[in-house]
């Protein structure tokens, strides 16, 4: 476990070359929202979740959902180096075989927790999670990784009233705020203004941060814990394509992934 901040600013860098060059070799996936999410990733698997790698599926661990699931190479690359499975497997990514898919599946990795890809189905199994561990008296938390592109899906909303009902204090969102999606920016897509207020109607508890800011992050999840009584979210306003110049805030490295030359250029950025 990471304590230091800089140790862990130096570990979220370390995922992003990890990411480019898991992307690179595979020649396809999601560059821009898995940059973006790396510093809340390594603040994840380094600081925050109850986990023990060398037991992937230990009853008390802490559950991680990773409801947008095309971001997973970041968290594959935070798994590989927290010692999940050995780092060399990384570049494997969305190869025939591999259980590093390209959109997350807990046939092949029930460490993933749940597989993933349909936009919103995410947010529903955390809330089943949560609902669930209350009734068994559990004491672990569920952490729900999710997207604002999802919060076009209906089926979030319904999760977001169900969770607000049941009181899943036991529950927390982490929204990426990144303002992009696969066809543009999501206010012209599909405008989420005031999305801190929409979540404070269906009563949850509600924080804004810098997604990128280490300081932020841990202090806004250890807050988050200590709330009782309700769900709660962190809206992580993050970079999208964070650390290299080109992709930063491009819609366009949503779903693209970096050819060889612009790997090179990025990673020269990153090192």
């Not at 070799?25 to 109850?50: P, V």
């Not at 460490?111 to 955390?126: K, R």
């Not at 979030?156 to 009181?167: D, G, H, R």
Request: aromatic content about 8%.
């Amino acid at each position: 476990m990471a304590n230091n901040i800089a140790e862990l600013k130096k570990i979220a860098n370390t995922l992003r070359i990890d990411v480019i060059k898991m992307l690179a070799k595979a020649g396809s996936g999601h560059s821009a929202g898995s940059l973006g999410m790396a510093d809340i990733f390594a603040a994840l698997y380094f600081n925050i979740l109850n986990h023990n790698p060398k037991k992937p599926l230990w009853d008390k661990r802490d559950r991680l959902i990773l409801s947008c699931g095309h971001i997973v190479p970041i968290r594959y690359a935070a798994m590989a180096r927290s010692g999940y499975f050995p780092v060399a497997k990384l570049m494997t990514l969305r190869k025939l075989g591999s259980p590093l898919q390209g959109h997350p599946s807990y046939i092949d990795m029930p460490a993933l927790e749940c597989s993933a890809g349909p936009l919103g189905q995410g947010v529903s199994v955390a809330v089943g999670k949560a609902l669930a561990a209350k009734m068994n008296k559990q004491k672990h938390f569920i952490y729900c990784l999710t997207s604002d592109g999802e919060h076009d899906e209906g089926q979030t909303w319904e999760a977001i009233m169900t969770a607000a009902k049941y009181k899943l204090d036991n529950l927390i969102f982490i929204l990426d705020r990144n303002m992009i999606q696969i066809d543009g920016f999501t206010e012209k897509i599909m405008p989420l203004t005031h999305l801190h207020q929409k979540y404070l109607a269906f009563k949850w508890h509600v924080q804004q941060i810098d997604g990128n800011n280490m300081q932020e992050i841990l202090t806004a999840i250890n807050k988050a814990k200590k709330i009782k009584g309700k769900p709660r979210v962190i809206i992580a306003h993050t970079v999208p394509g964070k650390g290299v110049s080109f992709m930063e805030n491009k819609w366009e490295w949503h779903g693209k992934a970096p050819s060889l030359e612009e790997a090179k250029q990025a990673l020269k950025e990153l090192v």
